[in-house]
């Protein structure tokens, strides 16, 4: 394409979104001298916890498959024979007692035990905002070895780009349309439309060619705000604990660069 009345401009729209997805990674974890009874005790608590937060939101939970791993304790073993001789030959080294006692411990054979059997279940939780003040009290049960979160996501994310690209493009060709008229020109038809920021030549494939964009990974948004409302008297036994759970707006920005064809005035 031939690179002459062709002008080459960037327009620009940003915004911003509050995110309405909260996220948190749960790892189940029991422990048991029996191998088989860790992992059905596994189960039964992964099944537990997931049904308890399908009740807030269904579909909710994505899980893992349960691994049973040996715990294994190393430990030494000295004889009180060579520990005496060991002592012995150090009182006269003049070494303080504790260094002696960690000496002899550190001399003897090496051997291992089992401690347990843990076996392990990692979720992903993933609600609305307006009800994930409820998961925090969930993620406090007994068989929760960790979680992490919440973190927030926007669910309409790929909506908003969209929308942000065409504003994009409408801001570039006012841009253009004003450039155009302090040139003594008219602005045309747009040639190219890129979200990528590269040179008339490359966009217009007089250039050598380039690598295609790669598309942008999920966005997310820190958790910045979780509060707790004020108590009202002593809460019910059974009653359950609700936190209020605000994530902070995000900024979300496009960038277009478009090709206008430029035309002389009649």
Not at 18 to 43: K, L, N, Q, S, Y
Not at 96 to 107: L, M, N, R, T, Y
Request: charged residues 30%; aromatic residues 4%.
């Amino acid at each position: 394409m031939n690179v002459e009345n062709r002008l080459r401009i960037s327009g620009h729209a940003e915004t911003k979104v509050i995110p309405d997805r909260a996220c948190w990674t749960v790892t189940v974890r029991v422990e048991d001298d029996d191998r088989d009874v860790a992992f059905r005790r596994c189960a039964a608590a992964r099944k537990g916890l997931v049904e308890r937060l399908q009740a807030i939101e269904k579909e909710s939970v994505s899980a893992g498959r349960i691994a049973v791993a040996e715990e294994i304790e190393y430990y030494w073993v000295v004889s009180s024979e060579l520990r005496e001789e060991v002592a012995r030959q150090l009182e006269g080294t003049r070494l303080p007692k504790g260094v002696v006692a960690q000496i002899c411990e550190s001399i003897g054979e090496a051997r291992r035990r089992r401690l347990c059997f843990a076996a392990t279940a990692a979720l992903g939780v993933e609600v609305a905002v307006d009800v994930s003040g409820a998961v925090p009290q969930l993620l406090v049960a007994k068989d929760v070895a960790s979680s992490h979160g919440p973190w927030f996501k926007v669910s309409r994310d790929e909506e908003i780009s969209d929308d942000l690209r065409a504003k994009a493009v409408e801001n570039a060709r006012a841009r253009a349309a004003a450039l155009a008229e302090a040139a003594g020109r008219k602005l045309g038809r747009a040639l190219v439309i890129s979200n990528r920021d590269e040179s008339l030549a490359e966009l217009t494939g007089s250039g050598a060619g380039a690598t295609p964009a790669s598309s942008d990974g999920p966005r997310f948004a820190a958790a910045r705000a979780i509060k707790m409302p004020a108590p009202m008297g002593a809460p019910p036994e059974e009653a359950p604990i609700v936190m209020e759970i605000t994530p902070e707006p995000v900024e979300r920005s496009e960038t277009m660069t478009v090709v206008f064809e430029l035309i002389d005035h009649d």
